[in-house]
């Protein structure tokens, strides 16, 4: 399946292995056009010396009857989103995805049973979010068409935490509202080309945050594949219209290719896999 393919840009996640200046020089790096520094056209079998050649890597399978259930989600295991509507939004189109930022106060706190930095609270900031299409991230071994990246910063620590929700086809072909709020305000062109909207969307309302959810410690699944990114799989799908999913590919579709803007599955070796669940 691997013809031309996509062209693909850094997401996000790469830039961000550079910690907090990521956030701030993000937009000026958006302007450039350049040759991308990685492709999918070889399912990131040509990554190898961009990549960390390590054992905690991800994507990963994410199998119920492998995780440990790590107890029942409590005061000490929800997460509380500190979300705000985001107004006047910007997107890009980074070619192999779409990612939109996060708004100035927008923040994530993380249940203390899993982060408890001692020189910092337990709250991370949300960089941006973004898109693979398929899924990179499998349940029970089957891929979902679309999976979306939440990405958060600890500026303490220098910590990340990915939150990662599934879509699927809904039955009725309903749209998913929130992604038309991104699909529809998208910026066509692939390099890197950005729109300020002058939309709103209701980011709290987008999230399934009463979700039982799969937590484990993975990297970026971009190149550098920085380790020490701390996964959040939301057990529970969204919903999209396959029309939403064949605008997302129109969108980032550069030239033939048919494979997708997923990482490959990495080892999960002995990793723990936790599930978080009601
Ligand atoms: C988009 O910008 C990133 C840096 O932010 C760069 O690495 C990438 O090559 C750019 N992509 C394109 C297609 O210009
Ligand atoms: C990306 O894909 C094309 C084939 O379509 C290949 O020629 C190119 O060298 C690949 N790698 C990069 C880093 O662009
Ligand atoms: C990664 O490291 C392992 C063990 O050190 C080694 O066997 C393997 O060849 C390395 N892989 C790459 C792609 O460098
Ligand atoms: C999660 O549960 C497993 C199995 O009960 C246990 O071995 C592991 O220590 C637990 N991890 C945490 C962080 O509580
Ligand atoms: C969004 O932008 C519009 C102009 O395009 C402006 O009138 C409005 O105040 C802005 N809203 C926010 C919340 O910044
Ligand atoms: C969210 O995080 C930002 C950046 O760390 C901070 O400035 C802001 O006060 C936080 N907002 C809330 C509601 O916690
Ligand atoms: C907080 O601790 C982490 C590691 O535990 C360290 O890397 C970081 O520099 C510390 N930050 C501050 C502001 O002290
Ligand atoms: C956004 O701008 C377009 C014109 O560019 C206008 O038609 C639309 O009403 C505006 N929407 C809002 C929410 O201001
Ligand atoms: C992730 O790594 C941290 C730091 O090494 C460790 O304290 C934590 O228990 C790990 N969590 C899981 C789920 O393996
Ligand atoms: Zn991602």
């Known amino acids: 399946m691997a013809s031309s393919g996509r062209l693909s840009a850094t997401i996000g996640l790469g830039l961000l292995a550079v910690l907090l200046t990521a956030s ?84 994530l706190t993380l249940p203390t049973a899993i982060y ?42 220098g910590r990340f935490a990915v939150l990662a929700v599934f879509y699927k086809i809904d039955d009725e072909e309903v749209p998913n509202p929130f992604l038309s709020q991104i699909l529809n305000y998208a910026p066509g062109g692939y390099n890197n080309k950005t729109v300020v909207t002058n939309q709103t969307i209701d980011l709290p309302a987008w999230i399934p945050i009463n979700s039982n959810y799969f937590h484990y410690n993975g990297s970026l699944t971009t190149p550098p594949c920085t380790e020490g990114i701390m996964w959040f799989v939301l057990d529970t799908p969204l919903t999209m219209s396959s029309a939403q999913l064949t605008q997302y590919q129109r969108l980032t579709f550069l030239g033939g290719g048919d494979r997708g803007d997923n990482r490959p599955l990495q080892r999960v070796g002995t990793r723990e896999l936790q599930h978080w669940i009601k």
Do not use: M
């Open 116 to 157: 408890k930095p001692t020189n910092g609270t337990s709250k991370l900031h949300l960089l941006q979010s973004h898109f693979h299409e398929p899924s990179e991230h499998l349940r029970e071994g089957v891929a979902y068409p679309l999976e979306q990246h939440f990405v958060h910063n600890d500026a303490a620590t």
């Open 24 to 107: 701030c020089s993000f937009q000026k790096a958006n302007a450039q056009a350049s040759k991308p520094s990685f492709n999918y056209t070889q399912g990131g079998a040509d990554w190898g010396s961009l990549c960390v050649n390590g054992s905690f890597q991800s994507p990963i399978n994410v199998r119920t009857a492998r995780a440990t259930v790590n107890g029942t989600i409590g005061p000490d295991s929800s997460f509380v989103l500190q979300y705000e509507r985001l107004s006047n939004y910007t997107i890009v189109n980074k070619g192999q995805t779409i990612e939109f930022e996060g708004g100035e106060n927008n923040n």
